[in-house]
Structure formats: structure tokens, C-alpha cells
T-cell receptor
């Protein structure tokens, strides 16, 4: 069955430090991969997405993610974290249904805290 | 801008009540989804619809039903609310595109439902 695993439930980093959030997926076909962020009391905002091509994807707010097929991973990175990055981050895989990519399966999320 | 609007941000209902959660999108998207979000469990798919009057069960459909009479509106129905349905409910929509083409899900702000 298709699944997405985010092994880190909570992560705390210092402001200015680098960040890597892990995501592993299980899916037989070519995956479509997404990272969403949810700030407290807010809806989900798309950070970045991978469909094909270059395996290093740039997103908003200085985030990037690298697709590694051999490791079934799509880890999110940021070189220098800002206090405003404190939020919950969700990795998701898009599944083909009826010939279109339109069904998302989410991981359980990683809650990021940023220390001053 | 794509807009997905959920009718209520907060809702308090009594056990046994019939509850309707409404979602409207204004981008003519074919696909609409209902998720529930619980701490430590991420987003879990309840139901989705890929066309008017069409619906498919997601991963946790028990206790829920849906209605899609018009393309822009997707309703989630709790036939007899129970306390274990207290949760954050998120609606999303996506367009139908050819496999391999770019797409993403757009989310509403969420409805926090409390069943007492």
C-alpha cells in the first residue's frame, strides 16, 4: 500500500542553523511529491513539489528538497532557519487515480520549533 | 487566486446530531477532498470526489458520508456525530490534468469541530 513516513515527530533547531526534515515514501510508480507547511491556526501552504526532471527542487521561503529514487526519499532542507519557520511540515505523495494526479497521501507531519 | 472556502472555522455540536460541513471552490476543479487532521496522525483522507455526483471512499470513511450536487461544492456529512469525530476537517481541491502534468492541491482554512 502507498504510504508516506516522516520519522521525526518534533525537531528543535536554533535560529540560523540548517534544517533537514526527512520524508520516505512507498509507491510502486513514479511518485509526485509535495511538501506543505501549516503555521498555527492556518491552512496548508504548498512549499514545493516534484513531478519530473531535476531532482533538486526549489520552493518558497528558501526551502529546497531533493528526490532520491534509490532511497525513496524526498527530504526538505533549508540552509538557515528563521524564527518564522516554526510550523508543522507535511510531506505528501500524489497518486494517480483515473489517469490524473489528484489524490494526496500525507505523512504524519514534523513539528518544527525554532530556538532564539 | 484559487480559493477553497469552508463555511465554518469553529463548530460545536452535540452527540447524535447530524452535522454538515460545507466546502466551496471557485476554480472549476474537478476533484475535491475531505481530510481530517489529528495530532500525531497527520491528514487522513475521508472521502473524495472526481466529478459531480461521484464519490470514492478514502482511508477512514466510517461514520461519514458526502454529497456533490454541484461542481463547486462538496459537503461532508456526519450522520450522527460522536465524540471521536472531534477533529480538524480540511477540504481540498485539485484540477484533473494529464498524467505527468503539473498540479497541486489547494486547501481551505479548516473547520475545527468539537462534539460534546
Amino acid at each position: 500500500a502507498q504510504s508516506v513516513t516522516q520519522p521525526d515527530i518534533h525537531i528543535t533547531v536554533s535560529e540560523g542553523a540548517s534544517l533537514e526534515l526527512r520524508c520516505n515514501y512507498s509507491y510502486g510508480a513514479t511518485p509526485y511529491l509535495f511538501w506543505y507547511v501549516q503555521s498555527p491556526g492556518q491552512g496548508l501552504q504548498l512549499l514545493l513539489k516534484y513531478f519530473s526532471g531535476d531532482t533538486l527542487v526549489q520552493g518558497i521561503k528558501g526551502f529546497e528538497a531533493e528526490f532520491k529514487r534509490s532511497q525513496s526519499s524526498f527530504n526538505l532542507r533549508k540552509p538557515s532557519v528563521h524564527w518564522s519557520d516554526a510550523a508543522e511540515y507535511f510531506c505528501a505523495v500524489g497518486l494517480n487515480y483515473g489517469g490524473a494526479t489528484n489524490k494526496l497521501i500525507f505523512g504524519t507531519g514534523t513539528l518544527l520549533a525554532v530556538q532564539p | 487566486d484559487v480559493k477553497v472556502t469552508q463555511s465554518s472555522r469553529y463548530l460545536v455540536k452535540r452527540t447524535g446530531e447530524k452535522v454538515f460541513l460545507e466546502c466551496v471552490q471557485d476554480m472549476d476543479h474537478e476533484n475535491m477532498f475531505w481530510y481530517r487532521q489529528d495530532p500525531g496522525l497527520g491528514l487522513r483522507l475521508i472521502y473524495f470526489s472526481y466529478d459531480v455526483k461521484m464519490k470514492e471512499k478514502g482511508d477512514i470513511p466510517e461514520g461519514y458520508s458526502v454529497s456533490r450536487e454541484k461542481k463547486e461544492r462538496f459537503s461532508l456529512i456526519l450522520e450522527s456525530a460522536s465524540t471521536n469525530q472531534t477533529s480538524m476537517y480540511l477540504c481540498a481541491s485539485t484540477p484533473t490534468v494529464a498524467t505527468g502534468r503539473d498540479t497541486e492541491a489547494f486547501f481551505g482554512q479548516g473547520t475545527r469541530l468539537t462534539v460534546v
